[in-house]
Nanobody, 121 residues
């Protein structure tokens, strides 16, 4: 069964860097048929796409966040990570990792359960 699991801190102070990791099981992050996404959800903005990393390590980042966000991966652990620099309270959200189809109908077929991140001093 394909599973994605987010991990990382639940509380981050303003101006710090938030790092979250998605651990993927039963699906390789180097498989060409999929890409690996980060999405967040907040009452203020709803669902917001943050970025994606492809099978070869190439990334696309949301233009609204590209100055502060990067995505990396560790293929030996089948994990990929989100890094958000200089966080503010507006970054408070539930953060999800999700597998994206790159062929056919597209969309997301598997999601992590989400992890709450609060930015507060």
């Amino acid at each position: 069964q394909v599973q994605l699991q987010e991990s990382g801190p639940g509380l981050v102070k303003p101006s710090q860097t938030l790092s979250l990791t998605c651990t993927v099981t039963a699906s390789s992050i180097t498989a060409r048929s999929y890409a690996w996404s980060w999405i967040r959800q907040s009452p203020e903005k709803g669902l917001e796409w943050l970025g994606v990393i492809a099978y070869d390590g190439n990334t696309l980042i949301s233009p609204a966040l590209e100055s502060r966000i990067s995505i990396s991966r560790d293929t030996s652990k089948n994990q990929y990570s989100l890094h958000v620099n200089s966080v503010t309270p507006e970054d408070t959200a539930v953060y999800y990792c999700a597998r994206a189809r790159v062929h056919g109908e597209g969309g997301y077929d598997y999601w992590g359960q989400g992890t709450q991140v609060t930015v507060s001093s």
